[in-house]
């Protein structure tokens, strides 16, 4: 399935060749779509004498040396019929790539994550997070030392709808379709919990404990029933081994079937509060990005709006 036709690979300052680039360029030929590599350097301020003696701009010969670079990052790959191009931007680089992306109309974006400096248990840097939360494509961001292909996936889906509206069905979409070209093992995940649980527990609001359990009881039906639904347009139950249907906290469910199932890479969505453009409902995505040892494709609700542009 040709899912893609424009895609984005930030260099984000590499020299070498990695396995983020060739699975950039791998799906770039299994989708017919065109890749473009693209890196950001920092505006230079050129001192008085040089420019008035050699006539000459510092990001300018900067942005040349990086295309340069680009070039020969990209040679090893180039074929006659499927060329890939390359572009220099100026300025802060999330912000310079979330508006190439937007006028570019890029469908996909692919970076090798860029580990904060001294903290070991976190893959993601500062502008990666900038990107999975605020970009408006899809954003795949690849942890360091990743293998050439991913053997597990998993999707995480939320069922419930919200006034941004519901990433669930891209969710699935680019799985199964990311498991069938990589032909990786696939799971679905779906953790719920009821919400007040813990005030009808204890206190002054203080539930019969058999009006609890059927509480509890009905709201698992629901949730299993919406998420039979979905899965009902991918030709899966949810009685299926690799469907797992959690009671519990979103985030710590996800990141412990992640890891017991070695998953390669999660995909899931990340959704704007009303109002407040590039945050997360309830910090699931958020916690999700900032203790996963996974790769990541973060997906947004049609519609979305960057607070970048």
Not at 64 to 80: K, N, Y
Not at 173 to 198: F, K, N, Y
């Amino acid at each position: 399935m040709q899912r893609f036709k424009n895609i984005l690979f930030y260099v984000d300052g590499q020299d070498a060749p990695s396995a983020s680039l060739s699975r950039a360029v791998k799906l770039a030929e299994s989708n017919e779509a065109r890749l473009t590599l693209v890196d950001v350097i920092e505006p230079v301020d050129t001192p008085s004498e040089i420019k008035s003696r050699f006539h000459v701009e510092l990001s300018d010969l900067l942005k040349e040396q990086r295309g340069q670079a680009l070039q020969q990052l990209c040679e090893p790959f180039q074929q006659e019929d499927h060329l890939i191009y390359t572009k220099v931007l100026v300025g802060l680089s999330f912000v310079e790539i979330i508006k190439y992306v937007d006028n570019g109309e890029f469908d996909l974006l692919i970076k090798q994550a860029r580990p904060p400096a001294g903290i070991s248990e976190r893959i993601f840097g500062s502008h990666d997070l900038h990107l999975l939360r605020k970009c408006p494509c899809p954003v795949l961001i690849d942890r360091p030392g990743s293998s050439a292909h991913y053997q597990r996936i998993l999707a995480a889906v939320d069922t419930k709808p919200t006034e941004s509206g519901s990433s669930d069905t891209l969710v699935m979409d680019l799985a199964t379709s990311l498991a069938e070209r990589e032909q990786a093992g696939l799971d679905v995940i779906h953790a719920w919990d009821l919400q007040g649980e813990s005030t009808f527990r204890s206190g002054r609001f203080r539930l019969p404990g058999m009006e609890l359990e059927n509480m509890l009881r009905h709201q698992a039906e629901i949730q299993q029933d919406k998420l039979a639904d979905l899965l009902g347009n991918y030709g899966m139950k949810v009685d299926d081994d690799n469907v797992h249907l959690v009671k519990g906290e979103s985030a710590e469910a996800i990141n412990q079937l992640a890891e017991h199932q070695a998953s390669d890479i999660i995909v899931m969505g990340t959704v704007g509060r009303v109002g407040i453009p590039g945050l997360f409902i309830g910090n699931t995505a958020e916690e999700v990005l900032q203790t996963t040892q996974s790769s990541v494709l973060a997906v947004k609700p049609q519609g979305f709006k960057s607070p970048v542009l």
